[in-house]
């Protein structure tokens, strides 16, 4: 069975702070993903990984930087974590093996961050 | 680029009542299409998918969904909604023929079915 997992299902962090959200999935997929989900917004593409190594920025990138250094891990970061990016975080996974644009996004149980 | 649009924020129905959720996207060329449903504490997961072929496809859970290419539509359906329907929807694309492009969501349709 599909499996997506996510570090941490509720985190509460100070402004400031460095936060590392995690996301490990056991597909061997090659495509990974970190969306936010706010409410009335949908969820919006922050970042996501073709490879190990690499990274694209997505829709709302700034004040995140991502890390793919294994295939099955891919990480958030918030350098400096702010009010702003309270939100419920989600990380998703696709086989690259078949053409990208057909795959089906796998999506763990989201990690809910609070900033105070 | 490309954009989802979903008519409704909140939708509220009777039990055994008939649903469909409007879904609309905005792009040129050909895509692929997905309805993904989300219920209360739970991660979201896939209702259904049309890539090509036969413009209404049926999913998990009696739901069902038409693609109207001249409309730019992709509407969501089921007869008759359970109390267990209750959840979040939302709709996505991609380009089927840019190989590399993650999925454009909507911002959700949160639906509440009442008994």
């Known amino acids: 069975d599909v499996k997506v997992t996510q570090s941490s299902r509720y985190l509460v962090k100070r402004t400031g702070e460095k936060v590392f959200l995690e996301c490990v999935q056991d597909m061997d997929h090659e495509n990974m993903f970190w969306y936010r989900q706010d409410p009335g917004l949908g969820l919006r593409l922050i970042y996501f990984?073709?490879?190990?190594?690499?990274?694209e920025k997505g829709d709302i990138p700034e004040g995140y930087s991502v890390s793919r250094e294994k295939k099955e891990r891919f990480s958030l970061i918030l350098e400096s974590a702010s009010t702003n990016q309270t939100s419920m975080y989600l990380c998703?996974?696709?086989?690259?093996?078949?053409?990208?644009?057909?795959?089906?996004?796998?999506f763990g149980a989201g990690t809910r961050l609070s900033v105070l | 680029a490309q954009s989802v649009s979903q008519h409704n924020h909140h939708v509220i129905l009777s039990e055994a009542a008939s649903l469909e959720l409007g879904c609309n996207y905005s792009y040129g060329g050909t895509v692929n299409l997905f309805w993904y449903v989300q219920y209360p504490g739970q991660h979201l997961q896939l209702l259904l998918k049309y890539f090509s072929g036969d413009p209404l496809v049926k999913g998990i859970k009696g739901f069902e969904a038409e693609f109207i290419k001249s409309k730019f539509s992709f509407n969501l359906r089921k007869p008759s909604v359970q109390w267990s329907d209750t959840a979040e929807y939302f709709c996505?694309?991609?380009?089927?023929?840019?190989?590399?492009?993650?999925?454009?969501f909507g911002k959700g349709t949160r639906l509440s079915v009442i008994a």
């Open positions: 996505a694309v991609n380009s089927r023929n840019s190989g590399n492009t993650p999925l454009v």
């Open positions: 998703a996974s696709t086989s690259g093996t078949e053409l990208l644009a057909k795959n089906i996004q796998y």
């Open positions: 990984s073709y490879d190990v190594k690499m990274k």
